[in-house]
Structures are given as C-alpha cells and as structure tokens.
C-alpha cells in the first residue's frame, strides 16, 4: 500500500513538471505583505503579456507558462527559498520580479547568479540595484530611486515649497529615497527640517508625528507604503494638526488611502512611475478587458517585465538565459519599429523576420546604463475621491 | 543513546531524502544546512536552559550580533568613511563607555545616599551629552558618504570563517554586560528583561547605520566556498558533475550547499563534544546541582550567579557562532528579519521538543522543528485542499481557508509545544 | 500667552496621546499583575488572547454595522464589548481547564506555566490569524472628533491647538470606570477579599475555607474583561492588527514589574509612567522652549533626547534600572 502511494505521489509529481516544448516564466512578487494589495494586479498584467504571445503564435521556441511565487517583499529568506523552488524545481526560465528591492537583491545574489537566470523586476527601486554585481542577469522596468527623489524636489519647488519634513519607512526602500529627496531638495535650495524612520506595523506615530510637528516644515514627505505605517504616519499627523499637506512617493500611492481619508487630504500631491504615452491607455484598456486595474501601481511596468524576457528571447533565438542576457537592452531601446501593449505578435513577426523592434511598451521602456528604466514620473494630486494627473515629468 | 534514540535521527534523514526524491535535492540541501544551523541554536540555549535552568529569551540579540559580526570581520574597510568620521564614532562610543564605568565607579566608592545619586546623575547625563555632541557629527559625516553603496564604516577584510569565532565572542561580551545586570533577577523577571534587551540590539543594528548601513541591508558578503557561476565555468568541474548525472547548473548548486553543510557539521560536532565533555564534567555536575536546588547549592559554598553568569555567557557564545553561520550561508544581513517568534521561541520548541538537559535532543529538536517549521505549510495547504475539495470552488470559506494556511504553522508549533510539556515534559530524548 | 502656547503644544503632542495610550497599557497590565498574583505564573498569551477578544468585537461589530445598528457618535463597538467578554473569558477558562490547572494539580514549578503559557501564545496567535487573518482591521465608526485642532485654535485664538478625539475620551473614561470597579471588587466584595488572601497567603487562604478553584475562576474572568475592554479601546483608538497586540506584551509587562508585580495600584502606575516616558523622551521639545524662553537662549536643535527609533527601548531601559535598585518594583509587589 505504502510503495502505491508512493508511486502515486511520484507519478503525480512529475505529471506536474514541465514539458519540453514549454518555456516557464516565474512571477515572484509580494503576494503577503506590504504590498500585497498591488500584487495581484502586477501579477496579472504580466500573465496578460505571456498569454498575448501565446495566442499569436508568432512565438517558435514553445508555450510560455507562468509560475507563481511569493516573496513577501520584506522577508529575504523567504524570498531565497520560494526562488529556489521555482528555478531549481519548476526549472524557470526567466524571473519577473522580485518587487521590493532588498529581496530583489537576495534572490539576485543567491538564486539568479548562481543558476543564471534572468530577472528584470517591475518595482524594485533601490539605487544600490543600480551597481549590484549582475553577470548582466538583471534589468528592471522601474527607475532607480535617485530619479524618483530628483522628481520629488522638482515638483516640491515647482509648487513654491521651500521646507519639508521627510518620514522613511525603515527599510532599505524608504531608506535610499529619503537619502535622494533629502540631497536633492537641499541642492535645489530647500531646507529639510527632519528626516526620521518610522517602523511599519506599529499602532501608534504620536510619537514620530510629535518630533516631525517639532521640526516644522510646510509639507510632510513620507516614503513608505500605503497599507503600512506610512498611511498611520498621515493618520496622526492629520489627528495632531501637525501637517495638512503631503507629498506621497510611489508606494504611497494607493486606494486604500483615499478610502480612509480621502476627504481630509484633498489638494496634497505624489508620483507614480508613468509617462505620456500612447501605450498606458492601451493598456488600461486591454487590462480592463482582462479584468483588472490597469491603473494599479506598477501593472504597466509588470506587463513590459515579462512582454521584455519574451521578446529578447524570440531576438536571440534561445530561451537560455545566457543566451537572451544580451538581446533585452536591443529590444528595449531605439532603433527599430516602436511597439506598444497588445502589439507583442506584431514584434514577435518583424523579429522573426530579422527586422529591429523598439519596445515602448505600457510604461514607455527605455533601458538606461546598468540595465534600468530612465525614469519618466506622472505627477499626481488628490482631487475629490481620486488620483488626478496633473502633467508627465 | 539508545536504539530508539538513534531511529528518531535515522527518521529524520528519511524525511529529508524524500524532500530530495519528492521536491527537488538542492530543496533537500538548503533545508539540511538549516536544520544543522537550528541544532547549534537549540544547544546554545540547551546549555542555559538545561544545564542551568536560565530562562533567557533573548536568543535572537545574540543571533543578530553573531551576523553583525560578519560584516565587521569580513567585508572590506571603506577608507572614505574612515576619514570622514572613523575617529569620532571611537572617540564617542569611549565616551560613553568611560561615563558608564565613571557611574559604576562612583556607585561602588561613594556612601548611599542624595550625594551619590547627584554625583551619578550628573556623571551619566553628562557623559549622555557628550558622546552624542562626539558621535552625532561623525554618525552624519560617514552615513553621508556614498549612501547607496556604502555609508558605513566596513568591517575588517578578514576570512569570513574567522567571523564565526568573532560573533561567539561579540554574543559572550554582549551576555557578560546583560548577564552582570539581569541575571540576579527571578526566573520570569530575567525572561522580560533579556527579551527587551534582545529587541534594543535588534533596533541598535537597524537604526545605526554607520555601524552595519542599518536596514540598507549589506548585500554581497564573502563566502568560504566556491561560487556557483565559477563552478559553472570550469570545464572539469561540469564533467565531474556530469559524472553524477547533474548538469552543471544544478550540479553547482548542491555542491555549494554540500560544502557548507560539511563546514556546518564539523562545527556542531565540535561543539556537541565540547557540550558533552562539560555536560559529564565536574562543572556539570556543579551546574545541574545548581539547578536543581539552589539554596543547596549555595549551602555547599557554590557561588551561584558566578556560575550562572558563566554558562549564561557560554550559551550565548553558541548562539551567536550560530548567527554568524547563518548570515554567512545567506550572504546578506538583513536586520529586518530578526524576529521573536522566529528567533527565540521557536528555539524554545525545538530545545523543549527534543528534550531539554540533553545535548542529543537538542539536535534532534532543531532537526525536526525546522523541518515542520518549513514543511507545514505545503502540508497544511494540501490538507486544506482535500478536505474542502467538496466545497464549490467559488466558496467563500474555502479562498478563506487556503489563505490562512501559511498560519497553520504557527498553530501546529504551539499544539505540539503544549503535548509535549503535558505528556512527555522531558521531550523525545530525555535527559540521563 | 507664549506659556499657554507650551501647555497646550504639549498637551496636544505628549500629554492627551500618553494618558490615552497608558490607560490602555493600564488595563493589560492590571490583567498580567492579576494572573501573577493569584495563578503565580508569567501571562506570556496575554496580548494574543488580548487580539482574540478584540477580534470577536470587530466581528460582532461588522455584523451591528451590517444591520444598521449604531449609536452614534459612539462607536458600535461599545455594544459588541460583552459578547466579545465573553469569547475571551470562554478561551481563557477552555485554556484554564485544558492546560492551566494539570499544572496547579501536580505542583509544577512556575517557569514550566510559563512555557504552557508560550505554547497557547504560539496557538491563539495563529488562531486570530487563521479567522481575520493578519492585517489591519478597520471598525471603529461614529464621530471621530470631539473637537479638532483647527477647532481649538478658532475658538481660542491661540497659535498652538489641541485635538480631542472621541475614542482617547471613551478610553479615559472607560478605564477610570472599569479600575474603580476593579478596586472597588477587591477592596470591597466578598470574593474580592478571599481573592486577596489567597495572594497573600495561599496556604492561610485554603486553611480558611476559600475555594481555590473558584478564585482563579473569578480571576480568569476579571481578566477577560480588562483584555477585551483595553484592546477594543486599543483598536478604536489606533488600529487592529495581531502582530500589534502581541508586541503590546512588552509594555504592559514593563508596566506591571515597574509597579510591583502583583500589585494592581502599581501596575497601573507603571502604565502611566511608561507610557509618559515613551513618548516624553523622543519627543523634541524645540518648540516648546521656543515659546517659554526669551529669543536669546532659544535652542538651535530639535531638543529631542533619544530618536523615536528606539521608542520601545525606554520601557526597558527603565524596567533595567528599576529591577537594579527596587527588584520589587516601585509599589511593593510580591516576588515568590
């Protein structure tokens, strides 16, 4: 009984492994955890650019299928082990993801390196990402924070600003941006009157509220995330009188905000990675069509991630890594046919027909230096019960 | 050890070449090197709990000053943050430690009374002032430099193995100070303050970021084995793989974690003949006659809290090598993910699970709870999935179950805590 | 001017958050104090069965919101707090009756109840994570202020303002109410006294005819109600999240030996005092100098004593010092 079971238990492991013909990619982002409500969008918009390809069967190297994986955007260890399992175990091919930066840097360090896979990540902003040793494995679609804090400052003297108070969340994200607001606020002649951490989960910022209030400042920075203690750091500062006004980075920008207190922060302002870009409303179309939020933070840089793995492997003609390492800086940038979402067959064709292509993309995709996208920001402001465009930066 | 003692590992390493056979062998590995860190865990705080009743929980301070050390044994010196603040930072933390034996001091000479308090009070306040006056500036000058890469002070440039004695001994200063302070405390007192103090050594390597860049995390630390790309790039180790019928992807991959699990094994094999020899010592015997009855003890002229700060001490030197191999085997120190439950409890199960006085099932519980630690919740979702296979698949209760199953871990850790301590308070191995 | 200009800055930044945050932390600690002074063991499950309690008032709350019921400006929540009592003295009595009282039986010593106490730590916390799960909950509804800074300001002219939200009021009346009927139980009633006595002098307390098991009954129960009331005015005040409630543990043990472990009046002075000290010490008092000295000698810092980074390491810091020099707690406790 017991060797039957354990052939069923055999058998059905391998019914589970891939088949030849087929080419898995893994999505590893946060589907716990800070970010956990962004995910599920993220991860969809990159199955739609996988299920695009498939249908227009102008893909010769096989059916790309997706596996999931959590990382938990804060826990590395769990990051590490979920990243084993998918490229050791469902032998992936290609990783979108991770999403925050310091698992992105473990899974890059002890994973993608040492099996040589390729990674390009959709959210991971952290400027050390920027020099991390990548045997030229890892790309992201998402700029590096040092861009985010320079767009920060512009917008915060565009706006006749001239002293800010910045509160982190205390991890490395939050860390490296309040570093580049911080240093590019001062060169632009502002005064920054406190920059403090403030730790996610707590129940209670009367404190960290108290010392920025203290500091002064006519607008409060917070760099954190939304489901987190960025959103407390705005509850109490809101309940204390300390600020009225804020400046929300990336990961502040979410609906859940809006829900909770939308009617009190009305007029403050943030930005989200994003540019005037004929592809972002494709997108949002497609993605409706798809059924989900195409608007969602980071989606559009997800369906580009893995629509980038696919066509640079389609270019090089191989979906081993090593292979297609060097073809996404090609099919990234200028020359060739420009190619927005939806339009992935119509690239898969003029590849095969030895032609060039320029993936624009969702996000409007312009691989710079070590392998990370410019950085074009749309800026936001809070007006009624959303998120208002206000110009492309 | 008995026969039905030696089945219980021979049972484990079952369990593990299954996870090889059923889920992939570097799967197998990785778990492997971590039950072999969790069984140096679970001896270090055997030798508090078992050989002297110590109830500390301050496990993961000492775990995080053994990965602390890493870093400052093995990364290289960044001579530009050196200069910018390198003599500040010493000259302010010599301040603060000469203002803390100044107050020592004056507490031992002075008589009790008003006068001794003010003179304390100024010396500790002053001394307060001054070192942050000394070190604020240098703090600020170092962390302004090249924050994305560095900010730091760096650490010696030195192999990272000798990092492992260095965060025995980092733990083994830390436990003296906190040892010297607690130890005269009641058994539950001395468990909420080591806990405390264990979250403030947390908070101090998440919040100082000139010391380990905080929670910028330090990525990239040396490795005492090979690199997986290298392997891959040399023509005779693919062969060699070749040869076992691995390609040389995977092939690396396992060899690398072969490697650290044989460096792993040797040091717990040395420290478990070390815990033996002193378990079946003299000092041993002096130590479980502690325990058992102190006042007997202190009637037969043992100095008591000389002896207790002592295994204190020693406890905590294994736990922090542990911390230091563990930071080692993930090449990154990540300040964030020192956690109680994880760190300190959890060691807690795997001592009391596997028998606590007995240096043996100390191991066999770091063995077994990591692997329930890990496996549970693959397990705990299959289970949800056929028992509520019959439920629509749309069923609310259902997408409900299969999101919590990740929680069953910790359900399953504290049910099986609580059998254990009713119906086999001794654990799976008892003491002898 | 300038000085009420002070008073109110820090009464608006130190005082009303503190006192609010201590009563909370108050009547956790009367609960740990409790269990210690009858049951004699460390309560290590005390902020997890703290978030199961909670947890059953947030449910019942959806369900009173779901069916229109409000009592605006209160918050529904003050209407579910008995059912969600009497969840948590149903755990907290299964737990007796399951684990705790073997352990009485057979005379065990204190430090292996404390362990049990660790493992129903381990089983609650994932429990209240398997039925809400681990993020944050919100159910606090009705008026959220009493009166907001702006509103202060207007009415008084002065440059500083002072917000009174209405859940920091219903906490600090809500837990005057429930410790002066706590004291007036102890003091005053029957049982209250025999409860007393047995903590005193167990064995004195057994020779004069006071059931045990009764008395550890009543404890279980008294307790129940100061978890599920302090945090229910936790979650009202702030947020509900598990990870939270079982990081309260810290404080509210701080708290109790601060006082004098198994003194109820220290545990709630203990309370006060942390939660003075929490946020007294990192917060950067510039302002506040600004208003009451002259130009000349205004600080040119923040004035802040330690960065709120290392908030939660006042409480121990403090504890450290207190055990070092009054090992029986600043109100004399007992220590076994």
Known sequence: MKKLLLTTALVGFAAGAAQADDVPLGIILGFTGPLESITPAMAQAAEMAIAEVNESGNFSLGTVTSVRGDDGCIDSGMAVATAERLVTSDRVLGIVGADCSGVTGAILQNVARPNGVVMVSPSATSPALSTAEDDGLFFRTAPSDARQGQVVSDILVDRGVESIAISYTNNDYGAGLADSIQAAFTAAGGTVTMVASHEDGKADYSA?????????????????????????????????????????????????????????????????????????????????????????????????AAALIMLAMAAAGSTASADYKDHVMDVANAPGEPIYPGELGRALEIIAAGGDVDYVGASAVELIGPGESAGNYRELEIRGDAFETVRFR | ???????????????????????????????????????????????????????????????????????????????????????????????????????????????????????????????????????????????????????????????????????????????????????GLRSDYLAIATLGISETIVAIMKNEDWLSRGVRNVNGLPRPVPYEVNLQNNPDFVAWAQSFGFDAVEGSSIFVKA?????????????????????????????????????????????????????????????????????????????????????????????????????????????????????????????????????????????????????????????????????????????? | MDFLNALVLLGNFVLIPAISYGSQLALGALGITLIYGILRFSHFAHGDVMAFGTMAVILVTWWLQGMGVSID?????????????????????????????????????????????????????????????????????????????????????????????????????????????????????????????????????????????????????????????????????????????????????????????????????????????????????????QYLLPESMEPSGLMQLLSTDYKFAVSFVLLVFVLLFRPTGLFKGQSI
Not at chain 1, 225 to 230: I, K
């Open chain 1, 208 to 304: 960290e509220v108290g010392a920025l209030a203290a500091a002064g400042g006519d607008v409060l920075v917070v760099a954190g995330y939304v489901d987190q203690g960025g959103r407390g750091i705005i509850r109490s500062a809101l309940d204390l009188g300390a600020f009225d006004t804020f400046e929300l980075v990336d990961g502040m920008i979410g609906d859940s905000l809006l829900e909770a207190m939308g009617d009190e922060i009305q007029g403050s302002y943030g930005q989200l990675p994003g540019a005037d870009n004929p592809g972002t409303e494709t997108f949002q179309g497609l993605a409706e069509a798809a059924g989900f939020d195409g608007t969602s933070a980071f989606a559009p840089e997800s369906y580009d």
């Open chain 3, 73 to 289: 400006p209160l918050p529904t929540a003050l209407l579910a707090l008995p059912v969600g009592i009497a969840v948590a003295a149903g755990l907290l009595l299964g737990t007796d009756r399951t684990i705790y009282r073997f352990y009485r039986k057979v005379k065990a010593p204190p430090i292996v109840v404390v362990m049990a106490s660790l493992g129903v730590m381990f089983v609650v916390n994932g429990l209240v994570r398997f039925i809400i799960g681990p993020d944050d909950q919100n159910f606090a509804d009705g008026a959220r202020f009493l009166f907001t800074v702006r509103d202060f300001k207007e009415a008084t002219g002065l440059d500083e303002g002072l917000g009174l939200r209405w859940s920091q009021l219903i906490t600090i009346v809500v837990t005057l109410a429930v410790m002066s009927g706590l004291f007036w139980f102890l003091n005053r009633t029957r049982t209250g006294k025999s409860m007393r006595a047995f903590s005193d002098n167990e064995d004195l307390a057994l020779l004069s005819g006071i059931n045990p098991e009764r008395v550890v009954a009543v404890t279980w129960l008294i307790v129940a109600v100061l978890v599920t009331v302090a945090g229910t005015l936790y979650g009202l005040d702030k947020s509900f999240k598990p990870f939270t409630y079982f990081q309260l543990l810290l404080p509210m043990f701080a708290a109790a030996i601060l006082g004098g472990m198994g003194n109820p009046l220290g545990a709630v002075a203990g309370a006060y005092i942390i939660a003075l000290s929490e946020v007294g010490v990192t917060y950067a008092f510039r302002k506040f100098f």
């Open chain 2, 259 to 432: 490697c650290y699990a044989v460096i792993f094994v040797v040091v717990l094999a040395l420290i478990m003949w070390l815990s033996e020899r002193a378990w079946n010592s003299p000092w041993g015997r002096m130590m479980r006659a502690i325990r058992d009855n102190e006042t007997a003890a202190k009637a037969m002229g043992k100095d008591v809290k000389k002896r207790h700060l002592q295994v204190f001490i020693l406890g905590s030197a294994v736990c922090g090598i542990a911390g230091a191999m563990l930071v080692t085997l993930d090449g990154l120190l990540t300040p964030a993910t020192y956690q109680p439950l994880r760190f300190t409890f959890l060691i807690w199960v795997m001592v009391i699970v596997g028998g606590s006085g007995n240096n043996w099932g100390a191991v066999l519980g770091g063995f077994l709870i990591w692997f329930l630690w890990i496996e549970v919740e693959p397990i705990g979702i299959w289970a949800i999935t056929n028992l509520t296979a019959a439920m629509p698949e749309d069923s609310g209760l259902r997408a409900h179950l299969l999101d919590s199953a990740a929680h069953v871990r910790l359900l399953t850790m504290g049910i099986i805590l609580l059998l254990v301590l009713r119906f086999a308070p001794r654990g799976l191995i008892p003491e002898r």
């Open chain 2, 1 to 183: 050890m008995t026969l039905r003692h030696a089945s219980y590992f021979l049972l484990m390493a079952v369990l593990l070449v299954l996870v090889g056979v059923l889920q992939s062998w570097s799967v197998a590995m990785g778990l492997l090197n971590m039950c072999l860190i969790s069984a140096i865990l679970a001896l270090g705080v055997n030798i508090q709990w078992g050989y002297a009743g110590l109830f500390s929980v301050g496990t993961m301070g000492f775990v995080a000053l053994g990965g602390l050390a890493v870093v400052l044994t093995s990364m290289p010196p960044v001579h530009e943050a050196w200069s910018a603040g390198g003599l500040g930072v010493l000259g302010g933390l010599a301040i603060g430690v000469l203002a803390i034996i100044a107050a020592v001091q004056v507490h031992r000479r002075m008589a009790k009374g008003w006068a001794r308090l003010a003179v304390q009070a100024v010396v500790v306040i002053g001394g307060f002032f001054l070192y942050r006056a000394v070190l604020d500036p240098a703090v600020d000058a170092i962390e302004g430099t090249n924050t994305a890469v560095a900010g730091y002070l760096g650490g010696a440039g030195m192999p990272v193995i000798l990092s492992w004695v260095v965060g025995g001994l980092l733990a083994a200063g830390a436990a003296w100070v906190i040892g010297k302070v607690s130890l």
